[in-house]
């Protein structure tokens, strides 16, 4: 089973950044489109970005295009998602999650933990 672990989310004010990370185990990372989904407090898991497993093709929420970026280093098994001009509306938690496949279907194998982010005004 694969193990992804974010890490990077804290406490910035509102127009900051910060890039989180995902930490992935297994041979295989390579292989397997990956995505960034957060919770805010009372909602539910909504969608942020995704990444094809080679990188290529990437996707994101109407709510965070132009300002969140998100990357994969298939050589140190990590995801990125870099969000810029934060709003408090970004406050949550934020999780990583891989699919067994190299597309994006969004049916996704594995989560990691979380990761929060809080942003304040």
């Known amino acids: 089973q694969v193990q992804l672990v974010e890490s990077g989310g804290g406490l910035v004010q509102a127009g900051g950044s910060l890039r989180l990370s995902c930490a992935a185990s297994?041979?295989?990372?390579?292989?397997?489109?990956m995505g960034w989904f957060r919770q805010a407090p009372g909602k539910e898991r909504e969608f942020v970005a995704a990444?094809?497993?080679?990188?290529?093709?990437?996707s994101y929420a109407d709510s965070v295009k132009g300002r969140f970026t998100i990357s994969r280093d298939n050589a140190k098994k990590t995801m990125y998602l870099q969000m810029n001009s934060l709003k408090p509306e970004d406050t949550a938690i934020y999780y990583c999650?891989?699919?067994?496949?190299?597309?994006?279907?969004?049916?996704?194998?594995?989560w990691g933990q979380g990761t929060q982010v809080t942003v304040s005004s």
């Open positions: 990444i094809t497993a080679s990188g290529g093709i990437t």
């Open positions: 999650a891989a699919e067994r496949r190299p597309v994006v279907t969004k049916n996704y194998d594995y």
């Open positions: 297994g041979r295989t990372f390579s292989n397997y489109a």
